[in-house]
C-alpha cells in the first residue's frame, strides 16, 4: 500500500527534475524549402545540379516535385530536375519552390571558376530554457563521412537520456538524424555520421536532447 500511496510523487519528481519549467514542445513549424546542393558560381557552358529538401510543418521531409527558375535565363538556364547551364557572364538567382515555399541562391557566371568547396561549418551552443549548453563545434567531411567534433570547451547541464541530433528545428528533431548518445557532459569528443544520412548543408542546428521528455537542452547554431 505504501508503494501505490507514494509512487505518483515521485514519478511528478523525476519529471520536474528534466523539464524544470513547464515547456510544450512546439508540433508545427512552417514548411521550408531549403537548397542543400549548390555553387557560387559556374563556369561558361558548365552544368550544375542543384539539389532540395522540402520540409512539411511537422519539421518531416518530404519527397515533393520541386520547381525550379532562374531569375535569368539567359545568363544560367535550369531545368525541372534543378541541372542549372551557364550561358554568358553575369549572376541569375537560382530558384527552388513548391506552393508558396520558396528558397534561392545567387550563382555566378565566370570564364574561370575559383571557388573553393566548403568543407566544413562551425558553430556555437547556447542552453535552452533552464538547461546551460555551452562551447563550441566543428562539422567536417571526412572521406564518406561527416565528422562532429565537439571543442574542449564543451560542457551541458546533466540530466537522464540525453543524445546529440542533427535537426532543421530549434525544439524538435521530427525529421532530424539522431548522430548518438552524448558521451560525456564536458571536454571534447567526436562523432561521425555515414554521409547516406547528412551532408554538410542539409540541417541548420546541433542539438542535446533530453530523449526520455522530448527536450532540448541546448541549441547549437552554425556560423
Known amino acids: 500500500?505504501?508503494?501505490?500511496?507514494?509512487?505518483?510523487?515521485?514519478?511528478?519528481?523525476?519529471f520536474y527534475g528534466c523539464i524544470g519549467t513547464d515547456?510544450?514542445?512546439e508540433l508545427e513549424v512552417p514548411a521550408d524549402v531549403s537548397i542543400s546542393r549548390s555553387v557560387d558560381s559556374i563556369q561558361i557552358g558548365e552544368s550544375f545540379t542543384f539539389q532540395a529538401d522540402y520540409f512539411n510543418m511537422f519539421n518531416q521531409k518530404e519527397e515533393v516535385s520541386l520547381n525550379w527558375s532562374s531569375s535569368d535565363p539567359t545568363i544560367i538556364s535550369v531545368d525541372d530536375s534543378g541541372v542549372a547551364r551557364a550561358l554568358m557572364t553575369g549572376h541569375a538567382y537560382i530558384r527552388a519552390s513548391f506552393q508558396a515555399v520558396i528558397d534561392s541562391i545567387k550563382v555566378g557566371?565566370?570564364?574561370?571558376?575559383?571557388?573553393?568547396?566548403l568543407t566544413e561549418r562551425a558553430g556555437v551552443f547556447m542552453g535552452n530554457r533552464d538547461y546551460t549548453v555551452n562551447g563550441g563545434f566543428v562539422l567536417r567531411e571526412m572521406g564518406n563521412e561527416l565528422e562532429l567534433a565537439l571543442g574542449a570547451d564543451f560542457s551541458s547541464s546533466n540530466g537522464p537520456g540525453l543524445y546529440v541530433y542533427l535537426s532543421n528545428s530549434r525544439t524538435s528533431v521530427s525529421g532530424g538524424v539522431e548522430v548518438a548518445?552524448?558521451?560525456?557532459?564536458?571536454?571534447a569528443q567526436t562523432y561521425t555520421i555515414p554521409?547516406?544520412?547528412a551532408q554538410l548543408n542539409s540541417y541548420d542546428f546541433?542539438?542535446?536532447?533530453?530523449?526520455p521528455f522530448r527536450i532540448p537542452?541546448?541549441?547549437?547554431?552554425f556560423n
Open 23 to 25: 515547456i510544450v514542445e
Open 195 to 197: 554521409m547516406t544520412e
Open 181 to 187: 548518445k552524448l558521451r560525456s557532459n564536458s571536454g
Open 217 to 221: 537542452f541546448g541549441i547549437g547554431t
Open 109 to 117: 557566371v565566370a570564364a574561370m571558376v575559383t571557388e573553393v568547396p
Open 206 to 211: 546541433v542539438l542535446i536532447y533530453c530523449k
Open 1 to 14: 500500500m505504501k508503494l501505490i500511496k507514494y509512487m505518483p510523487i515521485v514519478l511528478v519528481l523525476a
